[in-house]
C-alpha cells in the first residue's frame, strides 16, 4: 500500500476539499483542505506533470492522500490500474516523478503526476485562534484518563502519572507538533511536568505543558473534563 499521510505531516481523513487552484507555467497544483480540527491548509503538488480528478460535486470529503514511488510495493500496479500513459509510469518507477492518489469517503477522487508535495499552513490570528486549533486536535488525540483544559491563556494537559507518562507525551507532540521544531522540556516543579514548544516553518508557535497527576487510570477515569 501507498505511503499514507506521514509524509504530509498532518493528517487528512476526513478533510473536506473547499479548492481546487492550477497554475500551468509554475506546474503548480493546489487542494483547498478543511481538516477535522477546522484548520485550514493547502497540499501543494509541485512540478506537477499530469492529473486526474473526479468528481467535484457539492460534498467532497477525503478519506486519505497515498503517495505511490519508486521501489515501493505495489507502484506498478496502481499505475496500470489508473491506466497511467506509460511515459508516465516510466517517470515513476524511475524515481523521477510520484504518483499521488486522492482516496474519497465522498466525492472528488483521482491522481496527481508530481515531483513532490507538500502541504502550506494558513497563518492563524494571534487572538487565540493558534490555542483554539491545538485544543480541537487534542481531542482527537487524548486517551482515556487524559484532560486538557486553559490556564492563564495556555493550554494545560493533564494524564495520570504512570511509567508510560513521558512517552505518551511524546506520542501527542508528534501528532499535534509543526514540522520544523518541537522540543518538550522538564520543568522545575513538585509534579512531573513538561512543556512542548513547536514552531512552523513561518514563525508560528505554540507551547502546551504536560502534568502527571498522581492518580491511578482507574482514578483519572472516573473524573471529568474540566
Known sequence: ???????LGVSVHDAEVTG?????????LQLELVLHTLETVWVEFH????????????????FDIREWRAGMNGTAKYCADMELDPSWTKRVLAGELTLYELDPSVGLRGFVVARTATVKRTVRDSDGGSVQGVCAELEHVLREGWSRRIENGSILVVGPDSPDFISEVWRIARFIAYDAYVG????????RAYRLTSR????????????????????????STP
Request: hydrophobic fraction near 35%; glycine fraction near 10%.
Open 1 to 7: 500500500m501507498g505511503d499514507a499521510m506521514g509524509f
Open 184 to 191: 518538550i522540556e522538564r520543568l522545575d516543579a513538585p509534579d
Open 47 to 62: 512540478g506537477t506533470e499530469e492529473w486526474w480528478l473526479s468528481p467535484l460535486v457539492t460534498q467532497n470529503v477525503l
Open 20 to 28: 481546487v487552484r492550477m497554475n500551468r507555467e509554475k506546474e503548480l
Open 200 to 223: 512552523s516553518g513561518t514563525g508560528l508557535e505554540f507551547q502546551v505543558t504536560f502534568r502527571a497527576d498522581g492518580r491511578t487510570l482507574d482514578e483519572s477515569s472516573s473524573g
